[in-house]
């Protein structure tokens, strides 16, 4: 059956849920995959959460043709609202796919592959519950949407938090991607290190919390399979398609340029050289675009603004475009792939650096996370601020075993500073920590200090 309904059909439950009421209102034993918006105005335009009824995990060689294979029926449907109908994938799109789509970016001496997660993750679904400033429905097949249950969250443990890296060799490493730069070997690097502590009990728990400290816009939880999850806390917007009269409208909106949330707008407003790091991006974008839409299309349909997050302010700008009538979202995702915000430019130069710099792969952090429907509207965010869980499922299916892992880092130029580079890495890092904190735990140990965690901000 395959029908829309309101919330209220099912007893005991308000007509309107926010995330956090629907992380701990889902039943424990069914697995979660969630959209999470946040923000307001044209950013908290949905929440959608459903059970997954199917998980495709790629790998290898044949990950780009299966890829296309799956989201070749995207777009099928004639429903052209930029809603999520029910039914269409959830999917995680490693950073590492880059490795089949642009081979030559692969450095002589690659980093370590120490979480083995999947190139990409496509998360089958048939019907969820969706939730939009005009209230919240069930949609597509309603055999499949759980009933809630509205319930407390049980406590996890977690360990102190700390980083792979002394400040000192992430300052080593932005030294290294300035002298590529004076060598002419690019204009700008991405170089990001990671950041992670031992953790056990319930992702959603998690979840709560971090939805709390970041507010993010473009948010997501994904209960990947036994042993895998994922929360995304992801402020960026990768990629966005809705189908209308004139074609599939495609848009991306790239950050660039990063300050505390406690100092003043005008400080990042103000700086030339993350506004030449933007336009940098904007131009990256525009010819990723222009690889699949109209010729003429393409427009800077927001030029720089600056928007204030819990934790950080950043840079952002919008770029447009209508994709080609030939082609279809998997052309789209993979003409595009990885975002360039994370890469730097020329992307292929600086990708290689980055492979060469980093001592660990990045995994699911500086991929893309979201949803493709049916119907052809797709929202992918780019996979910052973003924490991975593994290890070993516990007695639930939001339950692990395992460690937590959060990657942060920066856009590199000619002009950057390793110790104000260093610095930013941990701004990023902030909403982690925050969330770290704050999260209730059955832990008694007392809370941690600036001592026990080796990422100081001064």
């Known amino acids: 059956m395959s029908i829309d309904s309101t919330i209220n059909s099912v007893p005991a439950l308000p007509s309107r849920i926010d995330p956090e009421c629907l992380l701990a209102a889902w039943p424990c034993d ?40 799956e989201l070749a029926n995207a777009g099928s449907t004639s429903k052209t609202e930029p809603l999520p109908t029910g039914r269409g994938y959830f999917v995680m799109l490693s950073y590492d796919l880059f490795r089949h789509l642009e081979p030559t970016a692969i450095s002589n001496r690659p980093p370590t592959d120490d979480r083995d997660w999947p190139d990409a993750i496509l998360l089958r679904c048939e019907g969820g519950i969706l939730q939009t400033e005009q209230g919240t429905r069930l949609c597509g097949d309603l055999s499949v949407i759980p009933t809630l249950n509205p319930r407390e969250l049980p406590r996890p443990k977690i360990g102190p938090l700390r980083g792979d890296l002394a400040a000192d060799e992430y300052q080593r490493g932005v030294a290294s991607v300035i002298d ?39 948010g997501a939880v994904l209960e990947c399979g036994p042993g895998r999850s994922i929360v995304s806390l992801s ?21 660039k340029g990063t300050r505390p949330s406690d100092r003043t707008v005008d400080e990042l407003a103000r700086s030339e050289k993350d506004a030449a790091e933007l336009n940098m991006i904007i131009d990256l974008m525009r010819n ?23 934790t950080v302010h950043h840079g952002i700008a919008e770029v447009s475009g209508i994709l080609r009538p030939e082609l279809d979202i998997a052309d789209l995702i993979l003409a595009a792939f990885p975002p360039g915000s994370v890469t730097g430019a020329p992307k292929i130069q600086a990708m290689r650096i980055i492979d060469q710099l980093e001592p660990v792969r990045r995994g699911p952090y ?13 929202v992918l965010n ?38 104000d580079e260093y610095l930013e890495s941990l701004d990023k890092a902030e909403v982690f920590r925050r969330t770290i904190e704050r999260l209730p ?4 140990r007392p809370p941690q200090t600036d001592a026990e965690v080796p990422i100081p901000r001064t």
């Open 366 to 378: 500086c991929g893309a996370i979201g949803w493709i429907d049916d119907s052809g509207f797709s």
């Open 235 to 255: 402020p960026e917007l990768f990629l966005e398609t809705r189908p209308g009269p004139d074609g599939v409208r495609v848009r991306t909106r790239p950050i």
């Open 441 to 444: 735990t059955n832990d008694q």
């Open 30 to 69: 069914r697995r979660l995959a969630m959209l999470a918006s946040h923000g307001g105005g044209p950013f908290g335009r949905f929440t959608f959460a459903a059970s997954p009824v199917s998980e495709l995990e790629l790998r290898g060689s044949g990950t780009i043709q299966r890829l296309r294979s």
């Open 288 to 310: 990723d675009l222009g690889r699949v839409c109209r010729i003429g299309s393409i427009e800077v349909s927001q030029p720089r603004s600056i928007e204030t997050h819990p």
């Open 180 to 218: 590529h730069v004076h060598a002419g070997d690019c204009f700008q690097a991405n170089l990001a290190q990671r950041f992670g502590a031992e953790f056990s009990g319930s992702i959603r728990s998690l979840a709560a919390t971090a939805f709390e400290v970041a507010a993010p816009r473009y």
């Open 382 to 419: 780019v996979a910052i601020r973003t924490i991975t869980a593994t290890g070993t499922r516990g007695s639930a299916p939001d339950e692990i075993d395992g460690r937590l892992d959060y990657h942060a880092g920066c856009g590199i130029v000619a002009e950057s500073n390793p110790r």
